[in-house]
């Protein structure tokens, strides 16, 4: 069963920076696709980067280019989330999810990012 755990979530004031972590556990990890999601209050979830298992396949929202970055460590298992120059506008509950070979899509619980003016 694949689970993920998203961490590094906080408080930040603007202009500040996070790392975002995602640790994730059971399956085939390198040969998962991961992505970030974002829900702020009252808003749909959406896309902010996604990092596939074949190497250079990496894409990121409007918002988050040239903010964000998304890596992956395949042997400790987990997915970052580097984010700089955070505005207001970037507070949500953050989510990584994991896309397996075969259709499935696994989700963790979420970290939140507040990032106060």
């Known amino acids: 069963q694949v689970q993920l755990v998203e961490s590094g979530g906080g408080v930040v004031q603007a202009g500040g920076s996070l790392r975002l972590s995602c640790a994730v556990s059971?399956?085939?990890?390198?040969?998962?696709?991961m992505g970030w999601y974002r829900q702020a209050p009252g808003k749909e979830r959406e896309f902010v980067a996604s990092?596939?298992?074949?190497?250079?396949?990496?894409d990121y929202a409007d918002s988050a280019k040239g903010r964000f970055t998304i890596s992956r460590d395949n042997a400790k298992t987990t997915v970052y989330l580097q984010m700089s120059s955070l505005k207001p506008e970037d507070t949500a509950t953050y989510y990584c999810?994991?896309?397996?070979?075969?259709?499935?899509?696994?989700w963790g619980k979420g970290t939140l990012v507040t990032v106060s003016s």
């Open positions: 999810n994991a896309g397996t070979v075969y259709g499935m899509l696994y």
């Open positions: 059971g399956g085939s990890f390198s040969a998962f696709d």
């Open positions: 990092i596939g298992w074949r190497p250079g396949s990496i």
